[in-house]
């Protein structure tokens, strides 16, 4: 007696082998039928003894391929159809595409192996994938996801690889980007305008040119990278002088995990988040010294290769750590066409080396840490993007803009929260730009007009994101920065109804008053919203905008209200001119621009603990500030009774003026910091009943000091939630936004 189920799956379940999976399963059970991918996932038709399609059932939920991640399975029972065997059916295309698609995956072990051996027709073939491994969201056109709508469908495929391709045994079974060095592109060596060498030859060539110490821009999965030998002091001197990017750390790549180990101290979970699908560039303590790689940092970032070029380009002799920055001048999008890499890019790179497969959507490489209290992405892009994150109870789409700042954005459709690559400060046209493609691109693979969705954005007048949302001319949730911050720990979690002490620690976003928050304390709930109950005591900002670039500036309005005023005038105070025309704003009270900003507040410190001059790059004088904390033992802290600033202020100048050591007082900051945070949470627990708190912001990156709250709550009744899927910082406010504007427009 046979029965038929009809069996849908969803989830990640589109180019990731599924199908042929199914396929195997179903010829070792017994059973006849088909599977094919739609626009929902993968749909089953299984007919065979009922015993048999029990344990079919049970091995497509247990034995899925690795990349897979399976959302939900419905199974119903359907009539019996004529089938005698098990068939892989093509996708349809008919209907809304809500599938997933696939984020892309690093080269597998298998291809890995045939990579380097001799005698496979894929020998040292730099884009050698198969289902379980290679690019996908990166060369997607539309969906679904078939080779005709990626970047591989202007290589049509040899009968060899057509071959493969076609049959359902092969571990090349609809693998959407297969090619060999018979039908597939290659890369190609390029200097002075002329291509050089094509192949291998090219990745040679390229490998020599680095160990010269030179300078290659070299396409990768998502786009270009500068590469250049990161144990060449003068390379990476030079590279830091045509990218105009005066100390921002670089990461860097090594050629295997034993080179990764010489340099940076992995514990077991900082190791598996290296081998992590994603590759991610991962954080960790360094113990090797590489000159300007990453100045005045304790922490230096390195990433494992992830595809077969990479593999070559280290096999065939390249330097042992590779500097592979994203290829762009300080703060544009990372150059991924080639005729505008090789624009952008000819001041910058000594050479090139293009791949000739297209890349359809830009995609950086994602940042991580391995905290003790589980990973933190800092930077979800390559490896994560678009996975969703969440599942959020709204039934209508919502579109999120996300922040100005490391800009990412989140669209949620049948509940799906896909979070986007980043695409990363708006503050040049290019980055607009890509911004506004990144929304049309979003919109178009889900098949979605902008009438069709609640669009959420900052509260920030003034922000492109807002201007962006305005135009889109459909419903719109504005959204205020700090809310959106602690919604977004609270989304990764799904937890709509739990109350919590929301804290927001931050550098700048909108308040309600207008005036710029970063340091605050909320009660609520995603579903009840956010009440501000707590913040840092104000202060201002003389300049505005100025003050964010120079810490001293910032350190002048906070000081300003200390009575008796801080005599500064001194060693071992060092302060350049701008300290004291600031205090002369103050004195004159002009553009002074009120603040509660904790960001601020860190940069304050960190001016008088010697950061003189103008950051670099966003938040560098307060990781500064961390990393000479973290070179000191646990201290007493600091008062920071209530969030006021002065008394913790008034004792790291005290102990300074007395000689005590940077480091130290950068310590007892922490700590006071700490302990008032968790002062002011005890308060609150008791006073709202509440036990859980959510920390979020672009200041809880600190380990110190996400670490000193997590250990002093450690003993008590606090769940501690913090960041985990989607950055604490801008990278996250999207998805913030859409949580709290989806329960908003679920509201009758
Ligand atoms: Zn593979
Ligand atoms: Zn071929
Ligand atoms: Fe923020």
Known sequence: MADAHRIRIDGTVQGVGFRPFVYRLARRHGIAGWVRNDEEGVCIHAQGASAALDAFLRDVRTDAPPAASIA???????????????????????????????????????????????SDRRHRYPYINCTNCGPRYSIVRSLPYDRPRTTMADWPMCDACAAEYQDPLDRRFHAQPVACPDCGPTYVYRTDGTDQERGEAAIRQTARALREGQIVAIKGIGGYHLACDARNADAVQRLRERKVRAEKPFAVMTADHDTARGLV???????????????????????????????????????????????????????????????????????????????????????????????????DDSVARADPFGPVVLRRSRGYAPQAVATLPTERPVLALGADLKNTVTLVVNGQAFVSHHIGDLDTMAARTAFETTVEDVLAVYDLAPQDVTVAHDAHPEFATTRHALALNTSRQPVQHHRAHVASVLAEREAWTRRVVGVAFDGTGYGDDGTIWGGEVF??????????????????????????????????????????????????????????????????DVRLFPTTSAGRLFDAAAALLGFTGRVAYEGQAAIELEHQARGHPRVDPYPFPALDHRPLLTALLDDRAAGRSTSACARAFHEGVVQGLVDVLQRLGTEHAVDTVA??????????????????????????????????????????????????????
């Not at 670039?549 to 209200?561: C, E, H, I, K, Y």
């Not at 809880?700 to 939630?721: E, I, S």
């Open 72 to 118: 939900s399975v419905r199974t119903e029972a359907t009539s019996l159809q004529p089938h005698e065997t098990f068939a892989i059916r093509h996708s349809t295309d008919a209907g809304p595409a809500t599938v997933r698609i696939t984020p892309d995956l690093p080269v597998c072990n298998d291809c890995r192996r045939e990579l380097f051996t001799p």
């Open 265 to 363: 101290d992995l514990s077991d979970d900082a190791a598996a988040l290296l081998t992590d699908p994603a590759r991610p560039i991962v954080l960790a303590p360094s113990r090797a010294e590489l000159p300007g790689v990453a100045p005045n940092l304790r922490d230096l970032g390195v990433m494992l290769p992830y595809t077969p070029m990479h593999l070559l380009l280290f096999d065939v002799g390249a330097p042992d750590v590779l500097v592979m920055t994203s290829a762009n001048r300080s703060s544009e999008p990372i150059a991924y066409r080639d005729a505008d890499a090789l624009e952008r890019l000819s001041g910058l790179a000594d050479a090139f080396l293009v791949g000739e497969r297209a890349i359809a959507r830009r995609v």
């Open 523 to 588: 009660v609520g709930s995603v579903a009840e919203g956010f009440k501000r109950v707590g913040h840092l005591r104000p202060s201002v900002l003389p300049g505005g905008d100025a003050a964010i670039r120079w810490p001293v500036q910032a350190a002048a309005g906070f000081l300003a209200d200390l009575d008796p005023p801080a005599d500064l005038t001194g060693p071992p105070f060092s302060l350049p001119d701008r300290f004291e025309q600031a205090q002369q704003l103050i004195d004159a």
């Open 695 to 748: 920390l979020s912001g672009g200041v809880f990156q600190n380990q110190l000091l996400l670490r000193g709250v997590h250990d002093r709550l450690a003993d008590t009744d606090w769940t501690v939630w913090t960041n985990h899927h989607v950055p604490p910082g801008d990278g996250g406010i999207s998805l913030g936004q859409a949580a709290l504007a989806a329960r908003r427009s679920d509201r009758p």
